[in-house]
């Protein structure tokens, strides 16, 4: 199983950025893939972004994309979603997922791990 930390959320204004930060441990990654969803107050969770763990090709919903970067540090088992020119819309609890395929992944599947969330806030 996969243990999932995320951090780096807070209050920002519209405009500006924000870096997340997700901190995986436990079984190994070769082959899988992890991603990024949130989930705004009254609202389903939503994808973000996601990718193979041994690949330079993300995958963006259309409401981030050229605004948000997923990127992996594989030294320190860390993936990072960094977001620029935030807007009040993009505030939600975001969420770090991991799984075994890029599909699973990317639907947030039943037998994918999930963090605990880190709330952004954009102010307008």
């Known amino acids: 199983q996969v243990q999932l930390v995320e951090s780096g959320g807070g209050l920002v204004q519209a405009g500006g950025s924000l870096r997340l930060s997700c901190a995986a441990s436990g079984r190994t990654f070769s082959g899988a893939a992890v991603g990024w969803f949130r989930q705004a107050r009254g609202k389903a969770r939503e994808f973000v972004a996601a990718?193979?763990?041994?690949?330079?090709?993300?995958y963006y919903a259309d409401s981030v994309k050229g605004r948000f970067t997923l990127s992996i540090d594989n030294t320190k088992s860390t993936v990072y979603l960094q977001m620029n020119s935030l807007k009040p819309e993009d505030t939600a609890v975001y969420y770090c997922?991991?799984?075994?395929?890029?599909?699973?992944?990317?639907?947030?599947?039943?037998?994918?791990?999930w963090g605990q969330g880190t709330q952004v806030t954009v102010s307008s």
């Open positions: 990718r193979r763990w041994n690949s330079n090709v993300s």
């Open positions: 997922n991991a799984g075994s395929t890029l599909n699973i992944v990317r639907v947030g599947g039943p037998t994918s791990s």
